[in-house]
């Protein structure tokens, strides 16, 4: 199966995102999780066939950052940009 897009970039302030899934039989499961502390999968996070995932990115306080979602060892990376402030 494939992800679309495989890649996002988010801005310091964060927000939300998809990417479809898209299966080549309608009884393939997947699952869809994630390591990183920043990054929520909402509902759903499994399926079966083609979906769509949905997710929020938090806002960004340190430097930039990369993490992933990974549906069935297939990634989708996340970067989002520096949110640290200097005076």
Request: proline residues 6%.
């Amino acid at each position: 199966f494939t992800l679309t897009p495989d890649k996002t970039n988010f801005g310091a302030g964060g927000g939300s995102g998809s990417f479809n899934i898209t299966t080549n039989n309608t009884a393939c499961q997947w699952t869809a999780a994630t390591a990183d502390p920043w990054i929520t999968i909402l509902a759903p996070t499994s399926g079966t066939g083609n979906g769509v995932v949905s997710f929020t990115v938090q806002p960004n306080i340190s430097p930039a950052r990369t993490g992933k979602i990974i549906v069935n060892g297939v990634e989708f990376i996340i970067t989002q940009e520096n949110g640290c402030t200097y005076t």
